[in-house]
């Protein structure tokens, strides 16, 4: 009965959606039939949708069908914590997030936001919508979780929940603290990051710019990503790949230009230490001579537990700088983030995809209102343009901004935001190269690069790593790229840090090894190791376990040597206990396998998998895959790394690879379950089709949202 009702409750409001944007001339015709007919999903051959419709909304409305078919699982779960519901579904386990999810008020400020988007923008998330629950009403036999139906606005809280709470909220000064409102922990060393790079015509042996996608994102969770293709009969064509949950792809290239994002380390938030000292009146807080007061509410969250669903109440405080999420010594610590409360991360997404010229896409970012990320770009111009994005706030310079401010101080408030003129950036260097690799803008390129000294210090706060320091040194090792070679530079193994790391150890090492065998043959087989990593490489095994342990207590290469040595006989005496010797390739420890995420499965030695030649992020290899220990397995299994790997090259017609981890689909009877995944493991591309004589040559369905698939 319940389901039935549901079901009723999902047709009403998509009738409703429809029956307001698209009024049909026949008034006996099915209004939702009609939206449905003016929108056609083309599946290629590896199953990836091409949503093509008469405009942008009922491309939308398309392309929510094509996730729903893919993943709705994967898209209730993102908008279910994007709500602060989770607990309602797992119990305490998510209670700490969905205090933090209720403290940030997200799902307040994902309906507000919906309610002041101009027509256009409201629009786009009416359809979005309307299409995944057009395909709840055509497939009765999905089993809804917990929400009836899927609102607009929902769309809009997962952005906020996605970048706000799962991102900003983790600011580097609440490290070592436990949020009042979410015990996560925030102290994780980062696994993810993303590869950049682009070449200008003068280093392409085409003549034409080229361009590299490659996020590293999680494998699982609200992080993974999804490829997908937009286009309408009102000129919005674009490819790349979004999150389920998302309207949109928002990383690619369309017919003209295409960027990369990197996430950056841009200062947008602090932390404000409040000072609560009157008794008498415990919401004041100073400030300046005086006081300020606080508000203060109670959110319910609702809790499964043995006997059902419990309401809990928690009081959530908040000053004029943010809400107060932790304590120290005394003081609550209120977060301030950029642009918290403001508007516009979609609209700044869809304008960017729109863009036909690098200066539409300037006109397009302008706002800052995607609030952070390197954006590095390629156009048929053979322009190459790199911003380091981000809405940062304008601060005092005579405050330690890394740490905690007194928030009863007047002269720590900001002051506005740096423009876009005022980012790090640069246009078409002399070099003809340019790489970010979650890096500092200050070594974008050989030379040319902007000048550190012409930006505030607080602005930028990351420095090098090893993915940027092999970058940097492959495109600067030749003077043309040819298109064959960009693509396999992308899956290269070159591994940074051995050629870093290895020679101090080899020569420590060559003075143990005499009446010791054992050591002898580690050191002939890390000697003789090209420092390339390979499935069939011992030494990639030796290096990467090694280093991983002396990571664990600082830099590995201020480890006193016979720490260094200590620490390689622990790995070798645990690889001889897992697998019977320490002689194991890497491509035995390293493997790619897919888990059902709907069913909670565990990653087992015992299931299919697949060897994969990358290295972890802090090893320092282009191609990265973060492969991790699983209780009670011997091997590791990749959880996040290249998750979308493309590369572009921007001739009169664009000429485009990508690849998926996996694959299309998250069902496992599918055959796009893991079709990509032998592709990504070999470090080969499918073609990415973008003109709609390149689809249905290469086609595998097509149908409108609610028919069967037919080719």
């Known amino acids: 009965m319940l389901l039935t009702l549901n079901r009723l409750l999902?047709?009403?409001?998509?009738?409703?959606?429809?029956?307001?944007?698209?009024?049909?001339?026949?008034?006996?015709?099915?209004?939702?039939?009609?939206?449905?007919?003016?929108?056609?999903?083309?599946r290629d051959t590896y199953g990836v949708p091409h949503v093509f419709g008469r405009t942008d909304e009922s491309t939308v409305f398309g392309f929510a069908y094509a996730q729903a078919e893919d993943n709705f699982w994967r898209v209730e779960e993102n908008f279910i914590f994007s709500l602060g519901r989770a607990s309602e579904l797992y119990g305490e386990r998510t209670l700490d997030q969905d205090r933090l999810n209720h403290a940030l008020e997200i799902p307040?400020?994902?309906r507000e936001e919906y309610s002041r988007l101009d027509q256009r923008m409201r629009?786009?998330?009416?359809?979005?919508?309307?299409?995944?629950?057009?395909?709840?009403?055509?497939h009765p036999e999905?089993?809804?979780?917990?929400?009836?139906?899927?609102?607009?606005?929902?769309?809009?809280?997962?952005?906020?929940?996605?970048?706000?709470?799962?991102?900003?909220?983790?600011?580097?000064?609440?490290?070592?603290?436990?949020?009042?409102?979410?015990?996560?922990?925030?102290?994780?060393?980062?696994?993810?990051?993303?590869n950049g790079w682009v070449v200008g015509p003068s280093r392409s042996a085409s003549g034409h710019a080229m361009l590299f996608i490659n996020p590293h994102l999680p494998f699982f969770g609200p992080g993974q990503v999804y490829e997908g293709h937009v286009h309408s009969d009102e000129g919005w064509n674009f490819t790349g790949y979004t999150r389920f949950g998302f309207p949109m792809p928002y990383v690619g290239h369309n017919e003209n230009g295409g960027w990369v994002s990197t996430d950056n380390a841009a200062d947008l938030t602090d932390i404000y230490l409040e000072t609560f000292d009157d008794p008498a009146r415990p919401l004041a807080y100073k400030y300046g001579n005086g006081y300020r007061t606080a508000t203060e509410r109670v959110e319910e969250i609702r809790v499964k537990t043995a006997n059902g669903l419990e309401t809990r109440k928690f009081t959530m405080r908040k000053t004029h700088h943010g809400p107060i999420v932790a304590a120290r010594d005394g003081k609550h610590l209120a977060l301030r983030m950029a642009k918290f409360e403001s508007d516009g991360w979609l609209r700044e997404w869809y304008d960017m995809t729109r863009a036909k010229s690098l200066a539409a896409l300037k006109r397009a970012m302008a706002p800052l209102n995607m609030l952070f990320g390197n954006v590095m770009y390629a156009d048929r111009q053979g322009n190459s343009w790199y911003l380091y994005n981000g809405a940062v706030p304008k601060r005092d310079p005579r405050f330690d901004w890394t740490k905690p401010v007194d928030g009863s101080d007047p002269a720590t408030e900001w002051k506005g935001y740096h423009t876009m003129d005022e980012l790090p950036q640069l246009t078409n260097p002399k070099t003809g190269w340019m790489q970010n690799c979650n890096t500092t803008p200050f070594l974008l390129t050989s030379e040319g690069n902007p000048?550190?000294?012409?930006?505030?210090?607080?602005?930028?706060?990351?420095?090098?790593?090893?993915?940027?320091?092999?970058?940097?040194?492959?495109?600067?090792?030749?003077?043309?790229?040819?298109?064959?070679?960009?693509?396999?530079?992308?899956?290269?193994?070159?591994?940074?840090?051995?050629?870093?790391?290895?020679?101090?150890?080899?020569?420590?090492?060559?003075?143990?090894?005499?009446?010791?065998?054992?050591?002898?043959e580690v050191h002939s087989v890390l000697a003789q190791w090209n420092q390339r990593s390979t499935n069939e490489s011992?030494?990639?095994?030796?290096?990467?376990?090694?280093?991983?342990?002396?990571?664990?207590?600082?830099?590995?290469?201020?480890?006193?040597?016979?720490?260094?040595?200590?620490?390689?006989?622990?790995?070798?005496?645990?690889?001889?206990?897992?697998?019977?010797?320490?002689?194991?390739?890497?491509?035995?420890?390293?493997?790619?396998?897919?888990?059902?995420?709907?069913?909670?499965?565990?990653?087992?030695?015992?299931?299919?998998?697949?060897?994969?030649?990358?290295?972890?992020?802090?090893?320092?290899?282009?191609?990265?895959?973060?492969?991790?220990?699983?209780?009670?397995?011997?091997?590791?299994?990749?959880?996040?790394?290249?998750?979308?790997?493309s590369v572009v090259e921007f001739g009169p017609k664009v000429?485009?690879?990508?690849?998926?981890?996996?694959?299309?689909?998250?069902?496992?009877?599918?055959?796009?379950?893991?079709?990509?995944?032998?592709?990504?493991?070999?470090?080969?591309?499918?073609?990415?089709?973008?003109?709609?004589?390149?689809?249905?040559?290469?086609?595998?369905?097509?149908?409108?949202?609610?028919?069967?698939?037919?080719?």
């Open 142 to 194: 999905v089993q809804l979780r917990l929400l009836t139906r899927i609102e607009p606005w929902y769309t809009l809280a997962f952005i906020r929940y996605n970048y706000f709470q799962n991102g900003f909220a983790h600011d580097p000064a609440l490290r070592r603290t436990q949020l009042q409102t979410a015990g996560l922990d925030i102290d994780l060393k980062p696994h993810t990051g993303s």
């Open 108 to 110: 307040r400020l994902a």
């Open 10 to 42: 999902v047709t009403t409001f998509v009738v409703l959606f429809v029956c307001q944007s698209h009024v049909a001339a026949n008034a006996d015709e099915d209004p939702l039939a009609r939206l449905a007919r003016s929108v056609t999903i083309y």
């Open 538 to 645: 011992v030494a990639m095994t030796l290096f990467s376990l090694w280093h991983e342990r002396l990571s664990r207590d600082g830099n590995p290469g201020s480890s006193p040597i016979d720490k260094q040595l200590a620490a390689l006989n622990e790995v070798v005496d645990q690889l001889e206990k897992d697998f019977g010797t320490w002689k194991v390739a890497w491509g035995e420890l390293s493997r790619l396998q897919r888990i059902d995420e709907s069913k909670d499965e565990d990653f087992l030695d015992s299931k299919a998998s697949l060897a994969v030649s990358g290295v972890n992020g802090n090893d320092g290899a282009v191609f990265t895959l973060w492969a991790v220990p699983m209780p009670g397995q011997k091997r590791r299994y990749g959880v996040a790394g290249g998750s979308y790997v």
């Open 451 to 520: 000048d550190p000294k012409q930006f505030p210090k607080y602005m930028v706060q990351e420095g090098d790593n090893p993915r940027g320091a092999i970058s940097r040194e492959i495109l600067a090792s030749k003077a043309k790229f040819t298109f064959d070679e960009w693509r396999g530079l992308a899956f290269d193994t070159r591994v940074m840090n051995a050629k870093k790391l290895l020679p101090a150890l080899l020569t420590a090492l060559k003075g143990k090894t005499d009446g010791n065998t054992r050591l002898g």
């Open 123 to 138: 629009a786009l998330c009416d359809a979005f919508a309307a299409g995944f629950n057009y395909y709840l009403v055509r």
């Open 655 to 711: 000429r485009a690879l990508s690849v998926h981890t996996f694959g299309a689909s998250a069902d496992p009877k599918s055959k796009h379950f893991m079709d990509q995944a032998e592709l990504y493991a070999r470090g080969e591309f499918k073609p990415a089709w973008l003109t709609l004589e390149d689809i249905r040559a290469n086609l595998k369905a097509s149908y409108h949202p609610g028919e069967e698939r037919r080719k």
